[in-house]
């Protein structure tokens, strides 16, 4: 169950429609946050009671969409697509999709909020939703995994630059997480069991227990936790 306190504090969290994104938008809000839910279909947005449709891979759109919700106190960049594709055949398009939208937009939302909470002299703290993928070559993931790669470098020099500001910055990277997303790449039952037998725990991973991992890296109990990838995997990289 919850246990940290957000009263007071405006949360933005982009990618909120559905998996981690949407158990994180519930979990904040019942630590007493105003979470600002971000996604690209209004449908899977009607959960929450404040919203913002844009889609990231517009740069001056996401930067006037998230401008207006201003002032926000805490972000969760939880955005992500993925495309199937052997690394032969991984087109230019998909490649920038995957850039666009899992590296570019986290940093274009992340500029806007920084920028105004440094305007304000506050700290604030950021979370970037990153992959396991981001370590682990991965099977037909060449694009997702390197736009998760760059997500995770993005985050230490944001931690670096931030720092001094008392904006803390780091990622949540998860192993194979039990989502719409994941049952793109992971719903062939070989193909899962393989990955399975990798992970000491026996099991995926749960959208709540990383909305759980995000909720601790934002509040006051991770205050000197930054320019971390806190991989959240049952055991996988110990392997």
Known sequence: MPSHDFIGKRILVTGAGKGIGRQTVEWLSRCGAEVIALGRNPADLAYCEQTLVVDLADVAATQAAVASMLPIDLLVN???????????????????QMIAVNTRAPMVVAQVVARDLIARGLPGAIVN?????????????????????????????????LGPYGIRVNSVNPVVTLTPMADKAWSDPV??????????????????????????????????????????DGGFSAG
């Open 191 to 232: 193909k899962a069991a393989s990955m399975l037998s990798r992970i000491p725990l026996g099991r995926f991973v749960q959208p709540d227990e990383i909305a759980a991992t995000i909720a601790f890296l934002l509040s006051e109990d991770a205050a000197m936790i930054n320019g971390v990838t806190l991989t959240v």
């Open 129 to 161: 939703v990153s992959s396991l993928a981001a370590a682990v070559g991965t099977r037909d993931h060449a694009a997702y995994c390197a736009s998760k790669a760059a997500l995770d470098a993005l985050t230490r020099v944001m931690a670096v630059e």
């Open 78 to 96: 939880c955005a992500g697509v993925v495309e199937l594709e052997s690394f032969l055949d991984t087109s230019v398009q998909t490649f920038d």
